[in-house]
């Protein structure tokens, strides 16, 4: 490995981030027996659809699908919310410098996919242009980890940043776009328990106790007009003692049953032909295939020309981490479940979202495989030098 590649991070950093890392992709075997599972029971049982959108949950007043979108998925933002703290604080985002990359590829990363969807998508689903924003981390890093092993952890590490800024977007974005009508009562509400939840957490109480602090925040935001994950994000980010004992008690919860139950519900559509709509699909796949990679390798040059960072990939690799960051799932589903009411457009977004992931990775995975296979073949000539 080049030393020029190293992370200039501790040990314990380095260890961090390996972790993490492993944690995300061994959780995408859940995710796909999720959507097959979500898939082929409402295919052999249509009405289990109608049973996961209009089913409401006593108390919440929510349907199963939305409790997984606005309940379950928080869990995932506020693990985001410690992931980027943890970065901003002591990993590889610690300076204006180091953050600049990632944070500006991420930005180029969703805003190229928005443009070329709008670009393309067809009558009635300019409305859902977020679909194509949003990298799916689990399956980024589950791919690199199968077909991209001879890259290197400053590579990893940088997809890991990436992933993260770009989930924390995506839910800034959700909560502009889906919020309601603001109800003062109920923010104000929100920002007592937030206030609450810091407090107590510098005060090193009882997991248990922030917990109650959450959820009971986590209900006034429900009725805030503002989207739910935002907390999740914002609690994440407010977390300052015991951050990572939390991460690594919740990251199995929400890697291993909040995601794939949200999942699950998301793809939850009986598979038909009359479903799929090719402009869309293409749309979809033209955003994925050339806006992601395009946005992030732009945002990359532009960064590292006017901050000039310490740590510089090879300028191939910002475009091999543009390629990978096009493969995008769960936040995508959620961005078609709050912008399509119709039930005939959401399934046929859903259909398409399926399909360009399935193109996506296998894009991905071929430029891995051609990447490595170029690499290997570089270090055989070095040696015979």
Request: glycine share 8%.
């Amino acid at each position: 490995m080049n030393s020029s590649l190293e992370l200039n991070v501790s040990r314990a950093e380095k260890r961090w981030l390996r972790r993490v890392i492993d944690n995300e992709a061994q959780s995408v075997g859940l995710l796909i027996l999720a959507a097959v599972l979500g898939i082929g029971i409402a295919t052999i049982n249509p009405s289990f659809a109608d049973t996961v959108l209009h089913t409401h949950l006593p108390v919440l007043n929510l349907s199963l699908a939305e409790f997984a979108a606005d309940g379950l998925l928080a869990i995932f933002f506020f693990i985001a919310g410690l992931e980027l703290r943890h970065e901003l604080t002591v990993g590889t985002l610690n300076s204006v410098r180091a953050a600049a990359v990632p944070v500006v590829a991420a930005v180029g990363g969703m805003l190229a996919p928005v443009f070329v969807f709008l670009a393309l998508a067809p009558a009635g689903f300019s409305g859902a242009w977020g679909i194509p924003m949003a990298t799916d981390l689990p399956l980024a890093l589950a791919i690199i980890a199968v077909f991209g092993k001879r890259l290197p952890l400053s590579f990893r590490a940088f997809i890991l940043s990436l992933a993260i800024v770009d989930d924390v977007g995506s839910v800034l974005v959700i909560a502009v776009k889906f919020g309601a009508s603001v109800s003062v009562g109920a923010l104000l509400l929100v920002l007592i328990g937030v206030v609450a939840y810091v407090t107590q957490n510098l005060r090193a109480v009882h997991g248990s106790i922030l917990f109650a602090i959450a959820i009971a925040t986590w209900f006034a935001m429900l009725h805030s007009g503002i989207h739910p994950t935002v907390l999740g994000v914002v609690l994440g980010l407010a977390t300052s003692v015991r951050a990572d004992r939390y991460r690594e008690k919740l990251q199995p919860w929400s890697n291993g049953v909040c995601v794939p139950l949200f999942v699950f519900t998301a793809v939850a559509m009986p598979v038909s032909v009359s479903l799929i709509n090719s402009e869309l699909t293409s749309a979809l796949i033209g955003a994925r295939i050339t806006g992601k990679p395009l946005g992030v390798f732009l945002g990359a040059v532009v960064a590292l020309a006017l901050f000039r960072p310490t740590l510089r990939l090879p300028l191939k690799l910002y475009v091999l981490a543009g390629v990978v960051a096009s493969l995008g799932f769960s936040v995508s589903m959620l961005f078609a479940l709050l912008s399509l009411r119709d039930a005939i457009a959401l399934a046929q977004a859903q259909t398409s979202i399926l399909a360009a992931l399935s193109v996506a990775a296998m894009v991905t995975s071929a430029v891995l495989m051609l990447f490595n296979r170029l690499d290997a073949d570089k270090s055989a000539r070095s040696a015979r030098l």
